[in-house]
């Protein structure tokens, strides 16, 4: 699965509108994939965890779209990834040749990578 539909992954991210990060970084995203392969190792448990969390909160948004198998083939992360973060996402899909300057519907932007 390499298309998908990016007004679902927008209109689950509209539904996160007014939600915020507590002071340590701490958010209901990384919670979200406690206890899954998604990421290498414990993420979190919405209490004790907290990371600057941009990345996080898209994988969130996609996984919520297309359940985590699917949204880890868009996202080109394998299982147990280190792609918790924009350099270790950005390497993923540089890895599979999904790199480019000139930005498309549907595209994650990374800067300064």
């Given at each position: 699965m390499s298309k998908f539909d990016v007004s679902k992954v927008i209109n689950i991210a509209k539904t996160?509108?007014?939600y915020a990060e507590t002071p340590e970084n701490i958010t209901k995203y990384s919670a979200y994939f406690e206890?899954?392969?998604f990421y290498n190792g414990s993420k979190?448990?919405?209490?004790?965890?907290g990371v600057a969390w941009?990345?996080?909160f898209f994988?969130?948004?996609?996984?919520?779209?297309y359940g985590i198998e699917n949204a880890r083939k868009i996202l080109c992360q394998p299982k147990n990834s280190y792609g918790a973060g924009c350099k270790e996402s950005f390497g993923y899909y540089?890895?599979?040749n999904r790199t480019g300057k000139d930005p498309k519907i549907g595209a994650?932007?990374?800067f300064s990578i």
């Open positions: 996160q509108i007014g206890g899954t392969d979190g448990n919405g209490t004790s965890w941009c990345d996080i994988d969130y948004c996609m996984c919520k779209a540089k890895l599979e994650q932007i990374f």
